[in-house]
């Protein structure tokens, strides 16, 4: 089975430009969550989607972040305009609908995309 | 405010100790509570604990929940330098996760 997939791996660009990741769940896979790992802290939720459909956006920044899944498959995340403090990792994780026989919801997260904001 | 407390937030010890690391915390309507190991990026999955008392083990790790305490203790031992990482502790509750900021082990040979 395919992981995760995230790209690009890393990013380094200037304040106040712009900046996109994508993810590509595990086929199958209903629900896709986006998170953003500060150095030294645990991953923090931005967005959850089921579907094409968003379960949870309450901590993401809507003024500059926003995300889609348009065909509930594939997702994009982006952030414009980027600030210094939105360096960090960005992980994407995605599961099943439901899946009692998985001893962690099949949680499966992505290799991330480390950016930097300079 | 939901809150996943771990510690210590970082650990040094040497090959062939036994470390525990704990995860305490206070969330609305728990569902479970996760363990997973962060060597590079992406975490990876340890262990998933719902009910009080019952230990779960994997080789040279086990984990136990205590829902009265409402922590949950990761032990580790004989370790060996591929421990080195940082270890995560996450709560699912009301259809999310919220995740502790780890604890950062160090296995010196």
């Known amino acids: 089975e395919a992981g995760v997939a995230q790209s690009p791996r890393y990013k380094i660009i200037e304040k106040r430009q712009s900046v996109a990741f994508w993810c590509n769940p595990i086929?199958?896979?209903?629900?896709l969550y986006w998170y953003q790992q500060i150095l030294g802290q645990g991953p923090k939720l931005l967005i959850q989607f089921q579907n094409n459909g968003v379960v949870d956006d309450s901590q993401l920044p809507k003024d500059r972040f926003s995300a889609e899944r348009l065909k509930g498959v594939d997702s994009t995340l982006k952030i414009q305009p980027a600030k210094l403090e939105d360096s960090a990792v960005y992980l994407c994780?995605?599961?099943?609908?439901?899946?009692?026989?998985?001893?962690?919801?099949?949680?499966?997260f992505g290799s991330g995309t480390r950016l930097t904001v300079v | 405010e939901d809150k996943v407390v771990q510690s210590p937030l970082s650990l040094v010890v040497h090959e062939g100790d036994t470390v525990t690391l704990n995860c305490s915390y206070e969330v609305t309507n728990f569902r479970s509570l996760l363990w997973y190991k962060q060597e590079k990026k992406a975490p990876t999955f340890l262990f998933m604990l719902t009910s009080s008392g019952i230990e779960k083990k994997s080789g040279r790790l086990s984990s136990i929940l205590d829902k009265k305490e409402l922590s949950s203790i990761l032990n580790i031992t004989a370790t060996q330098t591929g421990d080195s990482a940082i270890y995560l502790c996450?709560?699912?509750?009301?259809?999310?996760?919220?995740f502790g900021d780890g604890t950062t082990l160090t296995v010196k040979p």
């Open positions: 086929s199958g896979h209903a629900t």
């Open positions: 994780a995605s599961s099943p609908l439901r899946d009692t026989r998985t001893t962690n919801y099949g949680y499966t």
């Open positions: 996450a709560v699912r509750h009301a259809g999310k996760s919220t």
